[in-house]
Every structure is written in C-alpha cells, then in structure tokens.
C-alpha cells in the first residue's frame, strides 16, 4: 500500500521492520528494493531483490527486478540511458 501511494520512504521503514522479525520473507526483500529503487537507490537495491531471488526463485516479478536493476546500473556505469 505504501509503495502504491507513492511513500517510499515510510514504505521502506516498513520492509525494514519486517526484516528485522524475518530475515527470509523474501517479499520483504523484493519490497525494500522496490522502494529503495523508487528512491533511486538502484545500488542498495540490487542486492535486496537478489536476496529475494536467492529465498524464492519463483515470486513474482523478482527475476525481473534484478535484470532491471542490474541494467540500471551498467547503463550508469557506461553512461548510456537506461533501456
């Protein structure tokens, strides 16, 4: 709901809270990168939508989200626009 409404910041707080009771809801993960990524911060969401990845291969739209983020930041690494 937050992610939604456009608070990433509050929603990831929210994932962080989440996290900090269980480490291996993988959605958790997926949704900190979501907002995390939302606030531009493709480098510290990488790695959570990988974890994400790594506890459950099959949740929804998370193989997406780490080939999309690792294209964001070659793009930016080689100074092209992101595709």
Known sequence: MLLAEGRYPDALAAFE???RAA???AAAHNGAGAALASLGAIDAALPRFEEALRLRPDLPGV???VEQARRLLAARS???SPR
């Open 17 to 19: 809270r989440v996290l």
């Open 23 to 25: 480490p291996d809801y």
């Open 63 to 65: 193989r997406e989200n």
């Open 78 to 80: 080689s100074g092209e």
